[in-house]
T-cell receptor, first 114, second 114 residues
Framework: EAQVTQNPRYLITVTGKKLTVTCSQN?????MSWYRQDPGLGLRQIYY???????DKGDVPEGYKVSRKEKRNFPLILESPSPNQTSLYFC?????????????FGAGTRLSVL | GENVEQHPSTLSVQEGDSAVIKCTYS??????FPWYKQELGKRPQLIID?????GEKKDQRIAVTLNKTAKHFSLHITETQPEDSAVYFC?????????????FGQGTTLQVKP
Protein backbone atom coordinates (compact mmCIF):
# COMPACT_ATOMS: atom_id res chain seq x y z
CA GLU A 1 0.00 0.00 0.00
CA ALA A 2 1.33 3.41 -1.01
CA GLN A 3 1.80 5.51 2.09
CA VAL A 4 3.70 8.09 4.06
CA THR A 5 4.54 6.92 7.58
CA GLN A 6 5.59 9.24 10.34
CA ASN A 7 6.47 8.41 13.92
CA PRO A 8 5.70 8.97 16.65
CA ARG A 9 2.06 10.04 16.38
CA TYR A 10 2.09 11.75 19.75
CA LEU A 11 5.02 13.13 21.70
CA ILE A 12 5.31 15.10 24.90
CA THR A 13 8.73 16.42 25.74
CA VAL A 14 10.47 19.12 27.74
CA THR A 15 12.25 22.24 26.62
CA GLY A 16 15.75 21.58 25.32
CA LYS A 17 15.54 17.81 24.92
CA LYS A 18 16.52 16.89 21.38
CA LEU A 19 13.99 14.88 19.41
CA THR A 20 13.54 13.41 15.96
CA VAL A 21 10.32 12.75 14.10
CA THR A 22 10.77 10.16 11.40
CA CYS A 23 9.09 10.13 8.00
CA SER A 24 9.23 7.42 5.38
CA GLN A 25 7.49 7.00 2.01
CA ASN A 26 7.28 3.94 -0.22
CA UNK A 27 6.18 5.66 -3.44
CA UNK A 28 9.67 6.50 -4.73
CA UNK A 29 8.75 10.19 -4.67
CA UNK A 30 11.53 12.68 -5.20
CA UNK A 31 9.99 15.51 -3.20
CA MET A 32 9.35 15.47 0.52
CA SER A 33 8.24 18.23 2.88
CA TRP A 34 7.54 18.98 6.50
CA TYR A 35 4.66 21.21 7.56
CA ARG A 36 3.36 22.44 10.83
CA GLN A 37 -0.32 23.13 11.35
CA ASP A 38 -1.46 25.74 13.85
CA PRO A 39 -5.00 27.11 14.35
CA GLY A 40 -5.70 30.04 12.06
CA LEU A 41 -2.36 29.72 10.28
CA GLY A 42 -3.02 26.78 8.03
CA LEU A 43 -0.21 24.53 6.88
CA ARG A 44 3.19 26.19 6.87
CA GLN A 45 6.15 24.57 5.20
CA ILE A 46 9.19 24.05 7.42
CA TYR A 47 11.66 22.39 5.06
CA TYR A 48 11.46 20.56 1.79
CA UNK A 49 13.71 18.27 -0.20
CA UNK A 50 13.87 17.87 -3.94
CA UNK A 51 16.00 14.74 -3.83
CA UNK A 52 18.67 12.91 -1.86
CA UNK A 53 21.08 15.37 -0.20
CA UNK A 54 19.08 18.33 -1.56
CA UNK A 55 17.10 20.27 1.04
CA ASP A 56 15.88 23.84 1.32
CA LYS A 57 14.14 26.07 3.82
CA GLY A 58 10.43 26.59 3.71
CA ASP A 59 8.58 29.46 5.36
CA VAL A 60 9.25 28.63 9.03
CA PRO A 61 12.60 26.79 9.28
CA GLU A 62 13.92 28.34 12.50
CA GLY A 63 14.58 25.75 15.20
CA TYR A 64 14.38 22.77 12.86
CA LYS A 65 16.80 20.62 10.91
CA VAL A 66 16.25 17.94 8.29
CA SER A 67 18.32 15.44 6.38
CA ARG A 68 17.75 13.38 3.24
CA LYS A 69 20.35 10.63 3.12
CA GLU A 70 17.98 8.19 1.45
CA LYS A 71 15.16 8.83 -0.97
CA ARG A 72 12.50 7.25 1.22
CA ASN A 73 13.36 8.95 4.54
CA PHE A 74 13.13 12.58 5.60
CA PRO A 75 13.49 13.01 9.38
CA LEU A 76 12.68 16.26 11.18
CA ILE A 77 15.06 17.16 13.99
CA LEU A 78 14.44 19.59 16.82
CA GLU A 79 17.83 20.14 18.44
CA SER A 80 16.51 22.19 21.36
CA PRO A 81 12.70 22.21 21.37
CA SER A 82 10.86 25.19 22.79
CA PRO A 83 7.19 25.61 23.78
CA ASN A 84 6.45 27.61 20.60
CA GLN A 85 7.17 24.45 18.63
CA THR A 86 4.15 22.78 20.17
CA SER A 87 2.12 21.96 17.07
CA LEU A 88 0.74 19.33 14.73
CA TYR A 89 3.37 18.23 12.24
CA PHE A 90 2.80 16.62 8.86
CA CYS A 91 5.28 15.01 6.56
CA UNK A 92 4.36 14.84 2.89
CA UNK A 93 5.83 13.41 -0.25
CA UNK A 94 4.95 14.51 -3.74
CA UNK A 95 5.44 13.71 -7.34
CA UNK A 96 5.69 16.71 -9.60
CA UNK A 97 4.46 15.58 -12.98
CA UNK A 98 2.46 17.03 -15.87
CA UNK A 99 2.37 20.39 -14.16
CA UNK A 100 0.92 19.00 -10.95
CA UNK A 101 2.42 18.76 -7.48
CA UNK A 102 0.21 16.34 -5.52
CA UNK A 103 1.14 16.04 -1.88
CA UNK A 104 0.52 12.81 0.04
CA PHE A 105 0.46 13.44 3.76
CA GLY A 106 1.41 11.27 6.69
CA ALA A 107 -1.00 10.82 9.58
CA GLY A 108 0.56 13.63 11.60
CA THR A 109 2.59 13.97 14.80
CA ARG A 110 1.14 15.97 17.66
CA LEU A 111 4.03 17.46 19.62
CA SER A 112 3.79 19.16 22.99
CA VAL A 113 6.86 20.90 24.41
CA LEU A 114 6.54 21.70 28.11
CA GLY B 1 7.48 34.95 -2.33
CA GLU B 2 4.05 33.49 -2.89
CA ASN B 3 1.27 34.33 -0.45
CA VAL B 4 -2.16 32.70 -0.42
CA GLU B 5 -5.12 34.28 1.37
CA GLN B 6 -8.23 32.19 2.04
CA HIS B 7 -11.73 33.32 3.08
CA PRO B 8 -13.85 32.80 5.04
CA SER B 9 -12.11 31.17 7.99
CA THR B 10 -15.37 29.52 9.06
CA LEU B 11 -18.50 28.75 7.08
CA SER B 12 -21.73 27.24 8.30
CA VAL B 13 -24.42 26.10 5.84
CA GLN B 14 -27.60 24.09 5.96
CA GLU B 15 -27.55 20.63 4.42
CA GLY B 16 -28.42 20.88 0.75
CA ASP B 17 -27.18 24.45 0.37
CA SER B 18 -24.08 25.45 -1.57
CA ALA B 19 -20.76 26.51 -0.08
CA VAL B 20 -18.12 28.70 -1.66
CA ILE B 21 -14.56 29.21 -0.42
CA LYS B 22 -12.32 31.80 -2.04
CA CYS B 23 -8.55 32.17 -2.30
CA THR B 24 -6.27 34.81 -3.74
CA TYR B 25 -2.62 34.39 -4.59
CA SER B 26 0.16 36.89 -5.12
CA UNK B 27 2.65 35.27 -7.49
CA UNK B 28 1.52 35.48 -11.10
CA UNK B 29 3.94 32.64 -11.94
CA UNK B 30 1.84 30.16 -9.94
CA UNK B 31 0.14 27.73 -12.27
CA UNK B 32 -1.19 24.85 -10.19
CA PHE B 33 -3.97 25.22 -7.61
CA PRO B 34 -5.07 22.22 -5.53
CA TRP B 35 -7.68 21.97 -2.81
CA TYR B 36 -7.26 19.69 0.20
CA LYS B 37 -9.87 18.44 2.64
CA GLN B 38 -8.96 17.60 6.22
CA GLU B 39 -11.53 15.77 8.27
CA LEU B 40 -11.33 16.00 12.04
CA GLY B 41 -8.24 14.19 13.32
CA LYS B 42 -7.20 13.10 9.84
CA ARG B 43 -4.56 14.07 7.33
CA PRO B 44 -5.21 16.53 4.47
CA GLN B 45 -6.19 14.84 1.23
CA LEU B 46 -6.44 16.22 -2.28
CA ILE B 47 -10.01 16.58 -3.49
CA ILE B 48 -9.65 18.58 -6.70
CA ASP B 49 -7.05 20.64 -8.50
CA UNK B 50 -6.81 22.96 -11.47
CA UNK B 51 -4.01 24.11 -13.70
CA UNK B 52 -3.69 27.63 -15.02
CA UNK B 53 -4.59 26.69 -18.58
CA UNK B 54 -8.10 25.76 -17.43
CA GLY B 55 -10.79 28.14 -16.13
CA GLU B 56 -13.06 25.64 -14.44
CA LYS B 57 -13.05 22.01 -13.40
CA LYS B 58 -15.87 19.94 -11.97
CA ASP B 59 -16.03 16.60 -10.18
CA GLN B 60 -19.51 15.58 -9.14
CA ARG B 61 -20.63 18.04 -6.43
CA ILE B 62 -17.39 19.98 -6.25
CA ALA B 63 -15.98 22.47 -8.71
CA VAL B 64 -13.10 24.88 -8.84
CA THR B 65 -12.90 28.10 -10.84
CA LEU B 66 -9.79 30.11 -11.62
CA ASN B 67 -9.46 33.74 -12.64
CA LYS B 68 -5.82 34.25 -13.60
CA THR B 69 -6.23 37.94 -14.30
CA ALA B 70 -7.58 38.65 -10.84
CA LYS B 71 -5.35 35.96 -9.28
CA HIS B 72 -8.11 34.24 -7.41
CA PHE B 73 -9.68 30.80 -7.40
CA SER B 74 -12.67 29.33 -5.64
CA LEU B 75 -14.05 26.02 -4.45
CA HIS B 76 -17.76 25.41 -4.94
CA ILE B 77 -19.60 22.59 -3.18
CA THR B 78 -23.21 22.03 -4.19
CA GLU B 79 -25.89 20.05 -2.36
CA THR B 80 -23.78 19.95 0.77
CA GLN B 81 -23.98 16.93 3.05
CA PRO B 82 -22.91 16.48 6.69
CA GLU B 83 -19.88 14.47 5.53
CA ASP B 84 -18.63 17.60 3.76
CA SER B 85 -17.93 19.09 7.20
CA ALA B 86 -14.15 19.49 7.40
CA VAL B 87 -11.32 21.99 7.08
CA TYR B 88 -10.56 22.92 3.48
CA PHE B 89 -7.21 24.28 2.33
CA CYS B 90 -6.40 25.94 -0.95
CA UNK B 91 -2.82 26.04 -2.21
CA UNK B 92 -0.71 27.39 -5.03
CA UNK B 93 2.52 26.32 -6.61
CA UNK B 94 4.69 26.68 -9.67
CA UNK B 95 5.27 23.59 -11.71
CA UNK B 96 8.28 25.07 -13.46
CA UNK B 97 11.47 24.43 -11.52
CA UNK B 98 9.88 21.35 -9.94
CA UNK B 99 10.69 22.47 -6.42
CA UNK B 100 7.83 20.62 -4.73
CA UNK B 101 7.00 23.86 -2.95
CA UNK B 102 3.34 24.36 -2.19
CA UNK B 103 1.94 27.41 -0.37
CA PHE B 104 -1.27 26.80 1.56
CA GLY B 105 -4.03 29.18 2.58
CA GLN B 106 -5.07 29.50 6.21
CA GLY B 107 -7.93 27.03 5.94
CA THR B 108 -11.73 27.21 6.08
CA THR B 109 -13.73 25.22 8.61
CA LEU B 110 -16.96 24.17 6.91
CA GLN B 111 -19.85 23.01 9.05
CA VAL B 112 -22.87 21.48 7.33
CA LYS B 113 -25.86 21.40 9.64
CA PRO B 114 -28.33 18.57 9.10
Amino acid sequence: EAQVTQNPRYLITVTGKKLTVTCSQNMNHEYMSWYRQDPGLGLRQIYYSMNVEVTDKGDVPEGYKVSRKEKRNFPLILESPSPNQTSLYFCASSLSTSGKNIQYFGAGTRLSVL
Amino acid sequence: GENVEQHPSTLSVQEGDSAVIKCTYSDSASNYFPWYKQELGKRPQLIIDIRSNVGEKKDQRIAVTLNKTAKHFSLHITETQPEDSAVYFCAASQSSGNTGKLIFGQGTTLQVKP
